[in-house]
């Protein structure tokens, strides 16, 4: 099978010839500088090549943000770009561009795609997230409750500029799955309640969600934190699947694969065992095994590779990674 082929399959609850494996994070900056110290070579700017270093199945992100190249910088992070509603209208010329800020770069990807040996994402800033980059992280979560003529106008905007984007991107290339970035739980579950969502984004999610289903993308949302809590909330709005099923923030994809059985996850390995060695990454393995086993899984490190984890441990990360995904059918 090739990668894409696996990446569909397996997606499809069907049968592959292995679970994808992949890095669906890539790296910290620091566990590559750590690893050229411990006799890396490859040049990490070269992500697909890195990939491939260690045995990995490809994949290429493409994430197109909202904020344009332009659009100054918050202050500080987490601090606000705009502080009313006038303010949000004098920065529209910055916000919500009508280019692909790397189409060079998705069409080479579209050729490898072509041949079936990478899977192709897209994100998006979601409709929790994109607000926030604009109001700063305090404000935001006030403006549900002070600013809902701003908030709305804020995603219904989004919403149209989603779905030219999707146009635009399709017309190079349909992708295999798309994230939100959403990031809208902690380590104690969802930052707003069910009532908020219902609000401000489900709505938006269901004006998009039915034009990437039309064209075959898998609709996946990117939440750090325990998201266990607002998984239905987001299959009410259409979503298929989450990332990255965080466990140091108590997130059990067994468990969620009992409560949800055809929804999609990638992730979930506890990357907080990488450092310990062989017999404690095996451990974690056999921890998901049987989600692995029930289809619609993809297992990766629940967020990107920290710097404690050796360029040894990672190999051997690797290597059990390709085992267990060939074990799981």
Partial sequence: MTTAERFRTTMDFGKPDR???IEWASWWDKTIDRWRGEGLEQDPRWTGELFSSFGLDRHDQFWISAIGPDCPPPPSHGAPRIRSAEEF???LPRLYPNRL????GLERAAEIRAKGDTILWMTLDGFFWFPRDL???EPHLYAFYD???LMREINDRLADWMLETVERVSSICVPDFMTFAEDLSYNLGPMISRE???EFLRPCYERVVPELKKRGIRVIVDSDGDISEAIPWFI????EGVLPLERQAGVDVGALRERFPKFLFIGGFDKMVMPKGEEAMRAEFE????AMRKGGFIPSVDHQTPPGVSLENYRIYVSLLLEYCGKAL
């Fill in 19 to 21: 679970i994808p494996c």
């Fill in 89 to 91: 209208r004098a920065l």
């Fill in 101 to 104: 800020p790397d189409r060079e």
């Fill in 135 to 137: 109001l700063g992280i």
């Fill in 147 to 149: 600013e809902k003529d």
């Fill in 196 to 198: 908020c969502f219902d």
């Fill in 236 to 239: 009410d709005a259409g979503i």
């Fill in 287 to 290: 921890r998901l095994l049987p």
